[in-house]
Each structure stands twice: as C-alpha cells, then as structure tokens.
C-alpha cells in the first residue's frame, strides 16, 4: 500500500492536470484511504484529520495533522501499537507529521490549555475508525468555543497581532510568509474560528476567491522548490508565476498582494466587530440594572456632515441619505471618517460600491473635490478610510486611473510600501507640510499623484505627468491648476536627485533647476511634495543630510527665481573654521588627516600625523547615527579611489560623499601656502556591523594606500573569495554610466548606477584614474541596495571632455564595472 500510494501521489503532484482546490481535495482523498487503511479495524478508536488536512487543503509539501482519539477502553500498549502502524509508514514515506494519541477528555483540557489546539479542533474530519468519536470530539469543541468566545477570541487577536508583528503586513513585503504574515493563510483561518464562535462574520465578499489563490500560490511554490516553504523568495517567483500561467513575476505579487488586502481587510472589519459585540455584552447588563430591566435603546446617532452620521464607533449613513442620487456622499462621507478619526461602515462602503449609486460628474463638482482635499488632509487617519474604499473599489470608480497602480509592487526595497499605499502615505505626510504652502489643495493632491505613472511603460515621471493632467480636469481644476499638478508630477523627483547627485556650486545645477520650476510658489510646492516623498519611501530615503542639501538647493534655486544673478562660474563655496583647520594641517603635515562627527557628539575628533587619537565613535559597542567622516589630504593623484578603497577594507558602507578643493588659508598657514589647495572628501559612512574602526587606523591605512604600499584591490578580492559564496546572489540590473548633458558648462558630468557593493565606490575611482581624467567634485548617493553616483571630471587642461572622449570615458566606466 504504501508504495501505491507513492506512485499515485507523484501522478497527481506531478503528471496530472488537476490543479488548484481539485487537486488539494484530491490529495486529501488519496491520503484519508491510505492512513484508513493503514489504521485498520479499531472499534475503540478513530484517525482524526484536524487543521489544514481537516480542512481538505493539502499542499504538496503541507504537515499531516492528524490526532489518534480513543475512548480509553483499551490498553496503553494497544494504543500504542495502533499508532505505530500508522505513524511508522507515515515517517518512512518522508512526510511531515503533527500527530497526537488522546482521549476525548484530553482532547479538550488540550484545548482548554493550548489556543491553537483548539482551533485545530475545530476543523477536524473523520478519516477512519469511530465515528462517533469523532463527531462527539466536534461537537464539543465546538460547544466549549462559543461558550469560551468571550474570553478565546481576544486571546485569538492577540495571537494574531503577535504574528503580524513578526512576519509584518503580507501585502507590503517583497518576499512575503504566505502563511505567517499579516493578510495570509492564519489570519484567513482565525476568520474562520471568529465566524463559529457566533459572536461576529467576516465580510463574505472575495475572501474565499482571496483564500483559494494564496493557497494555489503555496501548492506551486511547494512544487518549485520541492520544500515545504511558505516564504515566496524572490528567486522562485518568476518559476512560481509561470506554473501558475500568469505573465510574470510582477503580476504574481499583485496578485498575491489583491489576495492579502481582502483577508487583511476582512480582518480588520470583523475583528472590530468583535470588539463592538464584547463591549456590549459587557455593557449590557449594568445597563439593564440601571434601565430597570427595560432593554436599552438603539446606539445614539450623532451628525458629522450631510447624510453621514456617527453611530457606535462607526461612520455610518444617515436614514435619509441616498447614495443613488448623491453622487459626493462617498468621498464626504470618507472626509468626515478621516477627520473624526472614525472607520467607515463596511455596509455603508457596499452601499458606495452597489451598480446602483450615482456616477460622480466628470469635471467633478467642487464639493466632491474639497471632499477629496479633506479627505487627504486628515493625516494618519486617512489610510483606514481609503483601504475602506478601496478594499470595495470606490476609489478605482472614482479615478479610474487608480487600477493600474493599485497593489502594485515596488521591486526597490527602499520601498516600504505598494505603489498606491505608498502615494496615500505621502499624501498623509504632505499633510503635516500643509501650513508650509500657499496652496495646501495643490499639494496634497500632487503627493497622491506624483507616482501614478508608475502603472505605464518608461520613465514614470513623465508618464504621471499626462495622467495627472488628465485626472486634474477630471478633479474639476482650472487650467493654470492644472499646470502646476502635472508639473509637480513631472519634476517631484528634481530636488532630491540634484541636491543628491549634483554640484550645487556649480551654477548650471541651480540655472537647470529654475528653469524646470518656473516660480517661486511651485518651488515651495515641490520642496514640500520632495520630502513628503521621502518621507512616505522609507528611513533611508530621508536623513537631516539629505534634507540639508535639498534645503540648500532650495535656498541657492529661490534665490535665482526671485531675480538675483546666477554666476556664469562657480564660486568656491567658503569653508568652515573646521574645514579650514583641517586642510592646514593636511598641507603642513604632507599626509591625510581624518575627522569623525556624529549627531550626538558634533564636536571633531581629528586623526592627523601629529594629532591626538580621538576615542572610538560609540560606547559600549553602540553606533551613533549619522556618522561623518571628513578626510583632508594634499591634492595628488588616487586619492578618491584609495579613501574608498580604505572604507571598504574596514567595513563601512557609504550613504553619501562628496569630494572637492579647498584652498589653504594663508593667514593660517603662512605665506608658502598662497594657492596651494587639499582635497576635502565629506563621507557619510556606517559601520556594517560592530562600531567604528579608530580613525588612527583608518588614517594608517590610508597613508599605506596612497604610498603604494597596500594593494586595496587585491585585499578586496580575496576578502570577496572568502565571503562571497555566502552572500544570497542578487538578481540585479548590469551597472551603468552614461554622461549627462548639459550637467556643467565647467566639467563633464558622469553618472553611474549600480548595484552597492564593498568596494563599489573603489573601482569607480580607479578606472577615473586609469582613464587620466581629474574627479573636481563627486556626488555619492546609496538608496538601500543601489548606489547613483555622479563624478564632475574634467581632462588634462582642466576643462570638460569632449563628445568622443566622455562617452569613451562612460564605456570605460562601464565595462570596469561589469556592466
């Protein structure tokens, strides 16, 4: 038997057609005949299938849960027996085994004990033996459930908390627990255990359809890896897609993200519902006591704005509203929601979303869109009500353009959110920024726009640009209104990517800027959108460092639009008293001297040739946060190549850099030092693991690496030989370089992007050098795992590269790093 059991396992894992539910049942039929037969006559006895077997849903690779229940008639050593002759075969086949041997009287102090003993009860199944035994087990379990309900499902939300605490939101992760996370198969299973206990239902809508897909996910995934896994990884997923027939990876995880919202939201109605119920019971009878045994009334219904009132915790619609003929109900209704800090009514959410409510007029009247303002304006409150609408697909019949971003996923990981999670998010950001503009509507409007492009081929900016035109005429704005929207849509990117990327002191930077910002007040718009952006992204894409250079191009651009002349060459920018003392002692000492500055301490501690060694950054092994590393050094040939070279030998990542000249103060120096320049390198750096290096080492190191005398690529490399094969392959894009026009009228503007890597920065530098161009300024950004770094070089004669030359010069670049 149990080698016919094998063979006709492997067909229909492996050689059927038979796919989805069909095959799960299926399974679990082909297993029930083989454990039945396996257990044998057993009068006092029954094999009970209990969780997912007993639900049906066997995955390939899924545990067999099952539980051995006897009335306690016979010997401990029959039992024993009997259980052997099912468990044994069972192991020898190689399959996971959950099992347990007990009364029925064990079987429910097990469950009195242990929650999750007892939801597993309550999906058990007759496999073989007694039935009546089983159906005795049942109907107790289910009898102590709901008279336990009150006490068990707070216990089960709370599990269900913990769970989504550790495995976070299923719908927002790159490599989701189907299983485990929040949105995923456990949590659409305790909506299961909710709907028993008789004290509340989930909303019925999509959640088996949601069910059944992530299931089917798991059955594929089962059979990619051949594991019993229920984490999608990303290296499985495009195997996962095409034996499932979808079209790609991308549309795998939308997929599975649309499946996790419905469990998600259904879990957040019922289990709200849960709670109104509890505390009501446990309010009902003091009321009572105090009502003189008179039932008390309906909840009191308070008005919050036209048609929409407040009725125990909840936004609900008014008796006289009419959804039919009031097309603006569903977006004031949200607003009042958002600004009370209330949940939308799911029944009054469907009543939005029935074929029968009334189509918003296209422009939209200006109550719907000051609705729609205030909606976006109401800060953290704002994200339940619009999961609320969109969870029954209002938003989309409001902005039709909304589909195609919707549960989108972003393959960044500095992304914490799907696209459109993420434009409600900067939204909600944007609403704290509110009194810093002149035209509040503007913005929050632009920050629920900026990435709606993001659902179409090639640039997204310029994509979103055309739909934001499009939906603002929709919205009902005026046409200078307009311009403005697609603007900010077209350039919400412009700030970050030249303070990040650019030389601000070089005047074609902030000329270029200007120009694509045209005035004053859109500036102030798009500085506000730029950091409600980054702010929504993630931690890393946000840093008080990267704020003060968007801040400084701001200032240097406003000053430009208000009429102040831009110089036609850049002006060195002044040092700073420390900048100073460090480049005179790098030029009286001849060698580098470094500096290091945190947040917390934002004093110096310089490491020169004659300056005293600072402590090591951090106690007791604690990195600060925003570590700066400045390092002087008298200007020579190398120097960029070896200071990177140096930071990767010692393990620290770089966020962001910039290297330039500046001039020895003669005043500080002497005389001998009128004209001669130190190269300034400003590193933002963090240790990957463990506390920062003594800057005297770092120093050490770097006097070893300009003198020659320490091969920094040959130490990589083998650092690489060891440590490599241990690091996850990364599927990523091959590196770029490509030469930026018009990005200087004083030197060649060079971009690369590549994937961050120890010793990234390194080769860049050392290929500039093989290639005897002169790095003025460099301008690292690391956005999580991709680094965008632009390099400002220049030839021999210190002017910029020709056309042949820069795109030799970009090919050069390119082909050293692989791409």
């Not at 679990?28 to 006092?44: I, M, N, Q, R, Y």
Request: with cysteine; aromatic share 4%.
């Amino acid at each position: 038997m149990p080698g016919g059991y094998a063979a006709a396992r492997l067909r229909l894992l492996h050689e059927s057609s038979t796919a989805g539910p069909p095959r799960r049942a299926a399974l679990a039929a082909l297993t029930d005949a083989w454990l039945g037969a396996l257990l044998g006559p057993a009068p006092s006895a029954a094999l009970v299938a209990v969780g997912g077997y007993g639900r049906g849903e066997l995955s390939p690779r899924s545990d067999l849960d099952v539980l051995l229940l006897h009335d306690g008639s016979a010997d401990a050593r029959e039992i024993a027996a009997l259980a052997d002759r099912v468990w044994y075969p069972v192991w020898d086949m190689g399959l996971a085994l959950d099992h347990s041997v007990r009364t029925p009287a064990e079987a429910r102090r097990a469950a009195a004990r242990d929650l999750k003993v007892h939801l597993g009860l309550l999906d058990a199944r007759h496999l073989a033996g007694d039935a009546a035994l089983t159906a005795a087990l049942r109907s107790t379990a289910y009898a102590d459930w709901r008279a336990q309900a009150p006490g068990r499902l707070p216990e089960l939300a709370e599990l269900c908390a913990e769970r989504a605490r550790r495995y976070g939101e299923l719908r927002f992760l790159l490599e989701p627990d189907l299983k485990e996370a929040r949105g995923g198969l456990r949590d659409a299973t305790a909506l299961r255990a909710v709907a028993a206990s008789w004290i509340a239902d989930a909303p019925r809508e999509g959640l088996e359809e949601a069910r059944t897909r992530l299931l089917d996910t798991r059955d594929a995934l089962h059979l990619a890896t051949g594991r019993a896994t229920d984490r999608l990884a990303l290296q499985e997923q495009r195997q996962v897609a095409a034996d499932l027939g979808v079209l790609d990876a991308d549309t795998l995880l939308r997929r599975v993200y649309e499946s996790a919202r419905a469990v998600s939201y259904a879990s957040d109605v019922t289990w709200r519902e849960v709670e109104r119920v509890l505390r009501a019971r446990s309010a009902r009878p003091r009321l009572r006591g105090l009502l003189g045994g008179r039932g008390a009334a309906e909840g009191e219904r308070s008005p919050l704005a036209e048609g929409v009132v407040e009725q125990e915790g909840e936004v609900v619609l008014a008796r006289t509203a009419r959804p039919d003929r009031d097309p603006v109900l569903p977006l004031r209704a949200a607003a009042a929601a958002a600004q009370s800090g209330l949940p939308l009514s799911p029944h009054a959410v469907r009543r939005f979303a029935a074929p029968t409510a009334a189509p918003m007029p296209v422009p939209w009247p200006a109550e719907a869109r000051e609705a729609l303002v205030t909606l976006l304006g109401a800060g953290e409150p704002t994200v339940p009500v619009w999961e609320a609408l969109e969870a029954e697909g209002v938003v989309s019949r409001l902005l039709p353009d909304w589909e195609r971003v919707r549960c989108r996923p972003q393959r960044n990981p500095v992304h914490r959110w799907t696209v459109d999670r993420h434009l409600v998010e900067t939204a909600v950001r944007a609403a704290a920024l509110t009194r810093r503009v002149g035209r509040p509507d503007l913005l929050l409007v632009a920050a629920l726009l900026h990435d709606i492009g993001k659902g179409w081929p090639g640039d997204h900016s310029a994509s979103g640009e055309t739909i934001a035109r499009d939906v603002a005429v929709r919205l009902g704005f005026d046409r200078a209104d307009t311009a403005v929207l697609a603007a900010l849509v077209r350039h919400h990117l412009l700030l970050i990517d030249t303070a990040t990327r650019r030389d601000l002191d070089d005047p074609a930077t902030v000329r270029a800027v200007a120009e694509a910002v045209g005035s004053g007040a859109a500036l102030e718009l798009l500085h506000a959108l730029t950091e409600a952006d980054a702010l929504a992204t993630g931690p890393a894409a946000w840093s008080a460092w990267r704020a003060s250079l968007v801040a400084d191009l701001v200032k240097r651009v406003a000053a430009a639009l208000a009429g102040e002349p831009v110089a036609e060459r850049a002006e060195p920018r002044a040092p700073t008293a420390e900048h100073e003392r460090l480049a005179v002692e790098a030029w009286r000492t001849g060698g580098p001297v470094l500096a290091l500055r945190t947040r917390r301490d934002e004093g110096e501690r310089p490491a020169g040739a004659g300056g005293v060694e600072p402590a090591a950054v951090g106690a007791a092994g604690v990195e600060p946060v925003g570590v700066e590393l400045l390092i002087a050094v008298p200007d020579q040939p190398g120097v960029l190549p070896a200071a990177a070279g140096v930071l990767a030998l010692h393990r620290l990542t770089v966020r962001a850099a910039d290297l330039r000249a500046v001039e020895v103060p003669p005043a500080a120096a002497g005389p001998a030092a009128t004209g001669a320049e130190v190269l300034l390198l400003r590193w933002r750096v963090a240790a990957e693991y463990g506390s920062l290096p003594q800057a005297v080492r770092l120093r050490d190191d770097l006097v070893r690496a300009l003198a020659g005398t320490l091969d920094i690529a040959a130490r990589l490399a083998e650092r690489e030989a060891a440590y490599g094969k241990r690091r996850r392959q990364v599927h990523a894009p091959p590196p770029t370089a490509a030469v930026v026009p018009g990005g200087s009228r004083l030197a060649t503007v060079l971009e690369v992007r590549a994937q961050d890597a120890p010793g990234l920065l390194h080769r860049i530098g050392r290929a500039l050098e093989d290639a005897g161009v002169t790095v003025r300024s460099a301008h690292v950004s690391t956005l999580g795992a991709n680094a965008v770094d632009a390099f400002y070089v220049t030839g021999p004669r210190g002017v910029p590269l020709g056309g042949v030359e820069a795109a030799e010069l970009a090919r050069t670049v390119q082909g050293a790093l692989g791409g």
